[in-house]
């Protein structure tokens, strides 16, 4: 079987098996986000953090909530990423410098896993469990969290409260993410994927008879969970192009799988909150198309690279991992920018100026395509919101979505999250463009190099955390600022999100007219799509402009 062949089968069998999970995983969420039953463990945890599971919060002690976690999480990692050579199973690796420890905290709390260090060389044992993956399992979890009041703003009417954020934290990791991620983890170890805690580095021969040391350390464990829970931050610099991150052609598929997985089932859930399963359906097919026509679209640029070398080659094959192709390399690539995950299976940096500005265009749609864990959900009914208000306008009637009018103050709090992300990404990109000590940590002049910091800082702004490799992160300015970046990003959408929940829950339900617009049908999903790339996408096309469009066309 031809690479491509296999590329085109794992892109089959991923929508396969994507639609086989839609309804059983998107229902148990479902179920654990509405369940009135606690665990007994659950109690055992609530009862130790002082909380009544049963006193629902208003949104601004929601979100202070979500603020107090976080804020705790990165003092707690950089604290551990600061004395790391005074804990237990550091393999004897060095304490992480303060600026770096900064972003590093910064980057998994808020899910975004940008690495400005190499991760084999750099962390111990007890860093990668105690700080890295904890967040790992915590940011993802918070995610979800968050789309949960959004979706209760909807069901619930005339009430201020939108749901109790340490219940839903702690059953989102007991009940969905601890359970799937051993599970996976368990698949990765069979697959070839090694969990090694004994001796971090194995003795190898090498094909000239040499003999030599390399780094495996507990992998599979930390995979499971970046993927599932779109962090992305590998064991190795290399992320998901190394071996022993991503053995085979199985596990390639499987980690595609695993950061999808969450992000396409959760508009099943939605559908199931507020009983309707078509709603759910309209977003899911919104996703999907986006999804497929970036993969495409990513596939076609690389498959057709200008140059004589490619036309030889048959394709752009330059960054890109031997054993899996430009299908399968292409299939990541746009997966994992259209989440918020940033793992990568080949180099972003090397690829077409058109490929490589597809992946940061997805991002700049918000990664909504199937999105982060409940980020990319949340971002989509924003967006479905100003769509119902674009329609309302055309017809000069209030706007309704799903029995809740949209008046100016939800407009306004949809319109600044739309805002909040592009803020940062571009002002964030302007002030480095004018920096000196950020221009020389440049590798690359001209349109390219401009890409480059317009990746860095769109992915920062994002909480994606993949990057083009030609810029020097670890500087005191890109730790710093990269740090503000990550945080802004995360957070300031999040406030206007459960604001928006706690405005719509306050509403009392509004029976559906012969004047609604219906938001089940495709003339609604086509409606949504129009609004993503005009709205959300032409919010940066100066700066696409100026870099992978002025490359690619020049």
């Not at 094959?317 to 793992?343: I, W």
């Not at 990109?429 to 480059?452: K, L, V």
Request: one cysteine or more; proline letters at 4%; aromatic letters at 10%.
């Amino acid at each position: 079987m031809s690479v491509a062949t296999s590329g085109w089968l794992q892109a089959g069998l991923l929508v396969l098996a994507l639609a086989v999970t839609y309804r059983p995983l998107g229902d148990y969420m479902a179920h654990i986000l509405t369940s009135a039953k606690h665990w007994r463990v659950e109690k055992g945890l609530y009862k130790l953090m002082g909380v009544d599971p049963e006193a629902d919060q208003t949104w601004p002690v929601y979100i202070r909530s979500v603020l107090a976690i976080s804020v705790v999480g990165i003092l707690l990692l950089y604290v551990i990423l600061r004395v790391q050579d005074h804990l237990m199973m550091s393999l004897g690796m060095p304490a992480m410098q303060a600026d770096l420890a900064y972003n590093t905290a910064s980057s998994f709390v808020t899910n975004t896993n940008w690495q400005n260090y190499v991760g084999e060389s750099a962390l111990g044992y007890t860093a990668q469990f105690l700080g890295l993956a904890v967040q790992n399992f915590v940011s993802a979890a918070v995610g979800i969290a968050v789309v949960a009041t959004l979706i209760r703003g909807f069901v619930r009417t005339r009430t201020d409260r939108v749901g109790n954020f340490w219940v839903d934290l702690t059953r989102l990791i007991l009940r969905l993410m601890l359970p799937f991620s051993v599970v996976f983890g368990i698949i990765l170890i069979a697959t070839g994927v090694p969990q090694e805690l004994s001796n971090h580095l194995t003795s190898v021969t090498t094909l000239t008879g040499g003999s030599g040391n390399l780094y495996t350390g507990a992998t599979a464990s930390q995979e499971a969970i970046k993927e599932l829970g779109t962090n992305g931050g590998g064991i190795f610099n290399a992320n998901s192009a190394h071996p022993f991150e991503n053995p085979n052609g199985f596990t390639n598929w499987l980690e595609i799988y695993l950061l999808l997985c969450i992000g396409f089932s959760l508009p099943r859930t939605f559908g199931k909150m507020v009983g309707s399963h078509k709603q759910g359906y309209v977003i899911a097919a919104v996703m999907g198309f986006i999804w497929a026509g970036s993969a495409a679209t990513m596939t076609f640029m690389e498959e057709r690279h200008w140059g004589s070398a490619m036309a030889v080659a048959g394709s752009s094959m330059n960054g890109k991992e031997v054993r899996f192709g430009v299908p399968a390399s292409a299939l990541f690539a746009s997966s994992t920018t259209l989440t918020s995950t940033g793992a990568v299976n080949s180099m972003h940096d090397s690829y077409s100026a058109l490929g490589g500005g597809t992946a940061i265009f997805d991002m700049m749609l918000g990664e909504i395509a199937p999105g982060g864990t409940g980020s990319g959900l949340y971002g989509m009914l924003v967006l479905a919101i100003v769509t119902v208000f674009v329609a309302g306008l055309m017809v000069g009637r209030t706007p309704e979505y799903l029995g809740k009018k949209i008046r100016p103050a939800e407009m306004k709090y949809a319109a600044l999250y739309i805002l909040a992300t592009p803020s940062v990404a571009l002002i964030f990109t302007g002030i480095a463009m004018a920096t000196t000590t950020a221009r020389n940590s440049m590798n690359n002049s001209g349109p390219h190099g401009f890409s480059e910091v317009l990746y860095a800082f769109t992915s920062m702004a994002n909480n994606n955390g993949s990057a083009f490799a030609g810029l020097s992160g670890n500087t005191d300015f890109w730790n710093t600022m990269g740090g503000l970046a990550m945080t802004l990003g995360r957070f300031l959408p999040m406030v206007f999100v459960l604001a928006l929940a706690g405005s719509l829950a306050k509403q009392r339900h509004t029976p559906a007219s012969v004047g609604t617009l219906k938001t089940h049908t495709p003339l609604f999903a086509g409606l949504l799509t129009g609004v993503i790339f005009i709205v959300v996408g032409l919010t940066y096309f100066p700066a696409l402009a100026l870099g992978p469009l002025a490359e690619g066309l020049k």
